[in-house]
């Protein structure tokens, strides 16, 4: 069976990072590694993260992506599975990540929605709706293929060795999951999975203005990659390596 890497980025958020540790030392399927990456906390999340089983590094560049890829190059597990420090895996998250990649080989990503379990019932909704709901959508119809969810993914360790060199790792304001999605080959397949969720807090869209700063990123995400990332070139290339590989895909009749 393959060995699983959790990775946390973490800033200041000792007292959710203990729940989320709580909630991995009771998984079905005991996570192999957990890495929680320091991204500069002044709080107890350093020792939080030691007192909960989890190897701690230091990332002193601000954001997620410097934090969480800091956190993959790490990573020894044959998985790298990732969480927030407010997320709120249940615990069959990690059995589940598992046996989704022992039955189906050629998937090279995995992910699933978070649901929110904090907030006004509005601010939940209006999240789960338009920002969970609607970032799926969307981005589909633009990668041409599913987006990645940052909070809930699990990508195999040869998908980081490839991708880490690409992408746009040292960035603060931009979205590290939907960068790590549009750098992907087309032969790197991604699999959605609405059965695969964990909770997530709806603290950063208790206000319009963190709301927007999340569309900006989304925006200036897309807009740096274009036009050579664009949807009808995303799916030309696709349908050109489907053509090529046409033999070798699931299913194929020899």
């Known amino acids: 069976m393959p060995s699983i890497t959790v990775v946390i980025p973490a800033l200041d958020d000792a007292e959710m990072l203990a729940r989320c540790l709580s ?40 954001g997620i992506w410097p934090a969480a890829s800091t956190g993959y190059d790490a990573a020894t ?31 090279s990503v995995l992910t699933g929605p978070g649901i929110f379990y904090d907030g006004s019932t509005l601010i939940a909704g209006l999240g789960q709706m338009l920002y969970i709901g609607g970032y799926f959508w969307s981005m589909e119809i633009w990668l041409g293929h599913p987006a990645i969810f940052g909070s809930n993914f699990a990508m195999r360790r040869d ?3 490839r991708m880490r060199g690409r992408v746009h790792r040292g960035l603060r304001e931009i979205h590290d999951d939907l960068d790590l999605a549009i750098h992907l080959d087309p032969d790197q397949i ?28 989304a925006y ?5 990659h274009l036009p050579e ?11 050109r390596w489907e053509e090529e590989h046409a033999g070798d895909l699931p299913g194929a009749v020899a």
């Not at 998985?79 to 022992?102: C, G, K, T, Y």
């Not at 200036?220 to 740096?224: F, N």
């Open 23 to 62: 909630d991995l030392a009771v998984q079905l399927r005991p996570a192999d590694e957990i890495i929680v990456v320091d991204n500069g906390s002044s709080d107890d999340t350093a020792a939080v993260a030691r007192a909960g089983g989890a190897r701690v590094l230091d990332e002193p560049v601000r």
């Open 190 to 217: 991604v699999r959605y999975d609405e059965n695969l969720t964990v909770g997530i807090s709806a603290r950063p869209f208790s206000t319009w203005r963190g709301f927007g700063r999340r569309l900006g990123w």
């Open 159 to 161: 998908v980081w060795q």
């Open 220 to 224: 200036t995400t897309l807009r740096m």
């Open 77 to 107: 597990g044959d998985i790298i599975a990732r969480l927030d420090a407010d997320s709120r895996p249940s615990s069959d998250w990690l059995l589940h990540i598992e046996a989704e990649f022992v039955d189906s080989p050629e998937i």
């Open 229 to 239: 990332e664009s949807p009808w070139r995303r799916r030309a290339a696709r349908r």
